[in-house]
Antibody, heavy 121, light 110 residues
Framework: EVQLVQSGAEVKKPGASLKISCKGS????????IGWVRQRPGKGLEWMGV????????RYSPSFQGQVTMSADKSTSTAYLQWSSLKASDTAMYYC??????????????WGQGALVTVSS | QSVLTQPPSVSAAPGQKVTISCSGS????????VSWYQQLPGTAPKLLIY???ERPSRIPDRFSASKSGTSATLAITGLQTGDEADYYC???????????FGGGTKLTVL
């Protein structure tokens, strides 16, 4: 069974750093892209970027380029999303999701349960 | 403001049919594949439709979709109260070289 299990909720102060995780199981982790999607409270889905764990090829949405860093560890089948300096506007639910291909044809077929990040002083 | 336009909300009675539109452009829907996702309250999104009109095996055939020109449509027949959710379309934007989601549509089953 394909599963993506994300790390738990986080509460951080503005300016703090943070790294959240997404562990894949039940499939070949290095053969699929992992995407990250932000959902601010009461708002819609926003695509942040994708990473291909097989070779760490990473593509960022123009809106998130330079704001976050995506990485992956093949040895533990885990993808990461990190911030170096959080802002209150980063408060959101963050989802990871699996994607077979990146480009004009593709879709997110399995999703993690989400990780709630709250940034507040 | 998303490059894919969805109505903020739609509603219909149990047992009825509802359609949700997703309007784009030649650089988005017009030349790329469309996917649809369902997000039940308090849960993660779930894939409903891929490649414009294909359903994963676990999705009932009450859910269908089509694409024409620069617009796509999700249809749900035999509405159930459990279908109350937010629905999102998604595609590739060739001008941005990026994935894009629609703004989402909240379905209310009256």
């Amino acid at each position: 069974e394909v599963q993506l299990v994300q790390s738990g909720a986080e509460v951080k102060k503005p300016g703090a750093s943070l790294k959240i995780s997404c562990k894949g199981s039940g499939y070949s982790f290095t053969s699929y892209w992992i995407g990250w999607v932000r959902q601010r409270p009461g708002k819609g889905l926003e695509w942040m970027g994708v990473i291909y764990p097989g070779d760490s090829d990473t593509r960022y949405s123009p809106s998130f380029q330079g704001q976050v860093t995506m990485s992956a560890d093949k040895s533990t089948s885990t993808a990461y999303l990190q911030w170096s300096s959080l802002k209150a506007s980063d408060t959101a639910m963050y989802y990871c999701a699996r994607r077979a291909s990146y480009g004009p044809r593709g879709f997110f077929d399995y999703w993690g349960q989400g990780a709630l990040v709250t940034v507040s002083s | 403001q998303s490059v894919l336009t969805q109505p903020p909300s739609v509603s219909a009675a149990p047992g009825q049919k509802v359609t949700i539109s997703c309007s784009g452009s030649s650089s988005t829907i017009g030349n790329n594949y469309v996917s649809w996702y369902q997000q039940l309250p308090g849960t993660a999104p779930k894939l409903l439709i891929y490649d414009n009109n294909e359903r994963p095996s676990r999705i009932p055939d009450r859910f269908s979709a089509s694409k024409s020109g620069t617009s796509a449509t999700l249809a749900i027949t035999g509405l159930q109260t459990g279908d109350e959710a937010d629905y999102y379309c998604e595609t590739w934007d060739s001008s941005l070289s990026a994935l894009v989601f629609g703004g989402g549509t909240k379905l209310t089953v009256l």
